[in-house]
C-alpha cells in the first residue's frame, strides 16, 4: 500500500503516574491506518484501548513515541495545535458524549460543520442526513438534556461526522445502545465508510467489529494480534447452522 | 426435528414438502433448511411410534400423497413437550477443550489459537450481519433467531477475552 497513512503510530508508550507509581497503560505501540480504512481494536478492560484513541486524538498526550495524522506529525503539537487539527481532520466520539448542554441538538451537530468552514446550508443539510440516519430528525430542536443516553450517544456520532472529517475517532461508540439503534448505527458507519471514511474505534460489540476491514486486539498495553477478517465465504445459506441449532 | 414436527401437525394436517415449507417461512434463512428425506424419516418414525398417522390423498395427474395428522398419542407428547422446562444452553466446550490442552502437548501456543479463533467468531458475526439484512424486515422469528445467535456469539467471544486474560 503507498500514498500517506491516515494514521502511522511508532513506538507509542503510555505511563500514567498512580501516587508514585508509573502505570504503563500503553507499552510501545506500531500501527499504522491506511486512508479509507476501517480499524476496530477490541481488547479487555485495562487493556489501553481507550488510551491509544485518546492519544490518537490528541486529547491524551503520550509518553514517548511518534504519531502522524494525515503525513503531519502530531504528538508534538500544542493544544491549541490539536485543537486546530482536529477541527479541521478529525471526529471523535467519547464514551462519555460531551455535548454542549444549552444548544440544541440541532446546532450541537451543525456546530463542527460551520467551524470547518461549511456554509449554513452545507450544515443543516449534513446534520438533516445523520440525524435522519440515526433515527434522530424528531428530536433536532431538543436539549440534551431531554434525551435518553442512546440518543445522545447518535448525537455525538453525528457530531463526529458532521464536518466529513479525514479520520473519525470513536470510543464505544454502541455503548449505550439497545440492539435497534445500534443497528442505525452500523448501518450510518457502514454507509460512510463505503463513502471513504477512515475509522478507528474502540468496540466490545462484536456487531461493531465485524464491520471492520481489520482488528487489532490489545492485551496489557500492547498489540497481540492485527489482521483483516477472514473474508465472509459466502456461504450456502443454513450453514450458519454453525451458530443456530434448534432443537426440538 | 419431531416435535417441530408434531407441533406444526397439531395446527393442520399437511404432507412433508408443506412442513418443510413451514420451517423454512417461519425461520428464516438462518435456520438450516431440513432436508426433504429426512422429514419423511422423522414422519415415518413418528407414524411407528403412534405420534402419527398418514393418509393417501388421491391427486388426479400425479402420485397419490401422504397427509399427515397428528393423533391423540402425538398432542399428548407435544403437551409434553410444551410443559417441560427446556434445557439451557451448553457451553460449546470444543474451543476451551482445545485451549486448555493443546499448549500443554507443545503443539500450539495459547495466543495464536485464541487470536484464531477471536477472527473466525467475527467473521461467523459478519455472516449474521448479512443474514440479517438480506432477512424480510417483517420476518419477526426468523430475525429474532439471528439475534439470538449472535448475543451467543458476544458471550463466546467475551468468554475468549477473559481465557486470553487468565490463563498464561
Known sequence: MTGTPAIKAINLVKIYQSGGVPVPAVRGIDMRVESGEFVAIMGPSGSGKSTLVHMLGGLDVRTSGEIWLDGTRADTLSESGWALLRRRKVGFVFQFFNLVANMTVADNVELPALLGGATPRQARERREYLLGELGLTERASAAPAQLSGGEQQRVALARALANQPRLLLADEPTGNLDSRNTKDVLRLLSDVHRKGQTIVLVTHDARVASMADRVVSLLDGEIVDDGALPRARRRPAGTVGDVVELRG | ?????????????????????????????????????????????????????????????????????????????????????????????????????????GIADRMALVNRQRRHYLSLMRDLNELAEQTDPGNRVALLLIEGAMLHLQADLDWLERCQEELP
Open chain 2, 1 to 105: 426435528m419431531r416435535l417441530p414436527l408434531l407441533a406444526l401437525l397439531a395446527k393442520e394436517p399437511a404432507h412433508g414438502y408443506e412442513l418443510k415449507h413451514a420451517l423454512e417461512k417461519t425461520f428464516g434463512s438462518a435456520y438450516p433448511s431440513p432436508n426433504i428425506g429426512q422429514i419423511y424419516v422423522t414422519l415415518g418414525r413418528l407414524e411407528k411410534d403412534g405420534y402419527v398417522r398418514a393418509v393417501d390423498v388421491e391427486q388426479s395427474n400425479r402420485p397419490n400423497k401422504k397427509v399427515y395428522y397428528l393423533t391423540a398419542v402425538g398432542r399428548e407428547a407435544l403437551e409434553n413437550w410444551v410443559d417441560e422446562p427446556t434445557e439451557g444452553p451448553r457451553v460449546r466446550d470444543e474451543f476451551f477443550m482445545k485451549l486448555v490442552l493443546a499448549p500443554l502437548t
